[in-house]
T-cell receptor, first 113, second 112 residues
Framework: SQQGEEDPQALSIQEGENATMNCSYKTSINNLQWYRQNSGRGLVHLILIRSNEREKHSGRLRVTLDTSKKSSSLLITASRAADTASYFCATGRITGGGNKLTFGTGTQLKVEL | DGGITQSPKYLFRKEGQNVTLSCEQNLNHDAMYWYRQDPGQGLRLIYYSQIVNDFQKGDIAEGYSVSREKKESFPLTVTSAQKNPTAFYLC???????????FGQGTRLTVV
C-alpha cells in the first residue's frame, strides 16, 4: 500500500503564484523527501527533511514536517512554467532489511503563462 | 559519468515469457530499489536491497524476482506469474538511510 497520500491530486496555477502540496503518511519515519518527475522520465530529488526537523528551505522550495500529524507540505514560491511536473513525497523508514523508501500518489502541477 | 543506468529503455514481451530489466550504478551506493509506475499513478515499491546478497520484498513483489550479486547491479526479472506487467519500471539507488535517492531513466515494458 502507498505510504504517502498527496493532496491535491492536480493543481493549476498562474506563473508567479505560489504552489502548495501536502503529503500525509501512516507510519513512523526517519525522513521525508520530495521528488519531481517530468512526463515519462526518472525522478529528480528536490529536498530531504529528517524526522527531527520541522522546516527546511532550498531556493524557492520550503518544506515543513509535522510528525505528530504525520504530514508534510511542499511550497514552491514564485512558480514558473518550467515547474510544471508531477511532485511526489517519499518516506524513508529504516527496517530490519534496510532503508525502505516508499512514495506517495503524487500531485500534478501545471503552471500557466 | 557517475549515475544509474537502466536498460533497455523500451521492452516488448510476449505473454508467458520472463524478461529481465537491467539496473547498474557506479555511485558506490549501498541501497538499490525497484519501483513500478502505472499511468497517472505514484511509484509502488517492488523490491529493495541494502547490501550485496540481501534484498527485501516491497509492497508488490508478487510475480517479480531480483538478485544482488554485485554492489553495482540489481536486475529485476518480471516473471510470467505477474498478471499485469505492462508498466514503467524505475530503479533507484541511495548511499545511506538518510540521503537522497538517484533514479535511472526507466524502462517501459509492454506485453504484446
Amino acid at each position: 500500500s502507498q505510504q504517502g497520500e498527496e493532496d491535491p491530486q492536480a493543481l493549476s496555477i498562474q506563473e508567479g503564484e505560489n504552489a502548495t502540496m501536502n503529503c500525509s503518511y501512516k507510519t513512523s519515519i526517519n525522513n521525508l523527501q520530495w521528488y519531481r518527475q517530468n512526463s515519462g522520465r526518472g525522478l529528480v530529488h528536490l529536498i530531504l527533511i529528517r524526522s527531527n526537523e520541522r522546516e527546511k528551505h532550498s531556493g524557492r522550495l520550503r518544506v515543513t514536517l509535522d510528525t505528530s500529524k504525520k504530514s508534510s507540505s511542499l511550497l514552491i514560491t514564485a512558480s514558473r512554467a518550467a515547474d510544471t511536473a508531477s511532485y511526489f513525497c517519499a518516506t524513508g523508514r529504516i527496517t530490519g532489511g534496510g532503508n525502505k523508501l516508499t512514495f506517495g500518489t503524487g500531485t500534478q502541477l501545471k503552471v500557466e503563462l | 559519468d557517475g549515475g544509474i543506468t537502466q536498460s533497455p529503455k523500451y521492452l516488448f514481451r510476449k505473454e508467458g515469457q520472463n524478461v529481465t530489466l537491467s539496473c547498474e550504478q557506479n555511485l558506490n551506493h549501498d541501497a538499490m530499489y525497484w519501483y513500478r509506475q502505472d499511468p497517472g499513478q505514484g511509484l509502488r515499491l517492488i523490491y529493495y536491497s541494502q547490501i550485496v546478497n540481501d534484498f527485501q520484498k516491497g509492497d508488490i513483489a508478487e510475480g517479480y524476482s531480483v538478485s544482488r550479486e554485485k554492489k553495482e547491479s540489481f536486475p529485476l526479472t518480471v516473471t510470467s506469474a505477474q498478471k499485469n506487467p505492462t508498466a514503467f519500471y524505475l530503479c533507484a539507488s541511495s548511499n545511506t538511510a538518510n540521503t537522497e535517492a538517484f533514479f535511472g531513466q526507466g524502462t517501459r515494458l509492454t506485453v504484446v
